[in-house]
């Protein structure tokens, strides 16, 4: 469903991620770890094409969509949960979810994503900003399901998030996978939460992959070594 070949991006002159190749089948999950610094946001920002990528392919299906705007390629399937979240503080639940909607044309939010966040329909009339970071992440995520994607990508959602929470979300995941069927994309640096959601595992150092293991055979010992400082 998402296919990236020989990717790279750089800052100027200085090349952070270098040629990576991936795939993510359809309702697939894939974890991408790696520490701090090590390429995750850029990777993920290339694909959404926030920043520009100097060489490489990114599919979504067959279409390639390397060379299109960041609008474009949400209009061909691709959705982004950006870390920090980046929700609108002063739209309400409602409105913020339904500033995905205009991909779609549909005027209402869809019940299956109120279905999914429960606690969004009780809070659908409260400004994003007065939401907890669990419920803003919720948000978040809710509100890139409402341009009905095929690839979702999220940067770091457990990011100060407390641990109750985070085994919801990685439950909510799962259904998402599993119920709407979407190949997700994480970027994460803590493996509790990728063992409960993730099929697979790349680890990323410096802008490559160093490791890559199927959920059922990962080497939890291995994969802490690359996370630990
Ligand atoms: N706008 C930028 N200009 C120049 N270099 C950058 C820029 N953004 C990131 N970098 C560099 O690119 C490398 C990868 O950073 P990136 O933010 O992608 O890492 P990360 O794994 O997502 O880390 P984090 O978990 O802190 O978000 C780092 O060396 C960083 O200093």
Do not use: W
């Not at 920043?51 to 209009?75: D, F, H, K, N």
């Amino acid at each position: 469903m998402l296919c990236v070949e020989k990717l790279k991006v750089s800052y100027g002159q200085s090349e952070v991620i270098h040629g990576l190749s991936f795939d993510v089948k359809p309702a697939e999950i894939v974890a991408i770890m790696g520490r701090n610094g090590m390429g995750k946001t850029t990777l993920m920002k290339s694909l959404m094409g926030v920043v520009p990528s100097a060489a490489g392919s990114i599919r979504i299906g067959e279409t390639p969509v390397e060379r299109l705007e960041s609008y474009e390629r949400v209009a061909k399937g691709l959705a982004y949960v950006p870390q920090g979240r980046m929700i609108f503080s002063t739209l309400t639940v409602q409105e913020n979810i339904e500033t995905g909607l205009s991909v779609t044309g549909e005027r209402s939010v869809p019940g299956q994503i109120y279905e999914l966040f429960p606690v969004l329909l009780e809070m659908k009339g409260r400004r994003g900003g007065n939401l907890s970071g669990g419920q803003q992440q919720q948000l978040a995520i809710a509100r890139a399901l409402a341009s009905k994607p095929k690839v979702l990508l999220l940067d770091e959602p457990t990011e100060g998030i407390q641990p109750s929470i985070i085994k919801e979300m990685a439950r909510t995941l799962c259904r998402i996978r599993d119920e709407i069927g979407l190949s997700i994309v994480v970027s994460e640096q803590v493996l509790s939460f990728a063992l409960d959601m993730a099929d697979r595992v790349l680890v990323i150092e410096k802008g490559e992959f160093v490791h890559e293991a199927p959920r059922a055979g990962i080497d939890e010992a291995r994969v802490s070594s690359f996370l630990s400082v």
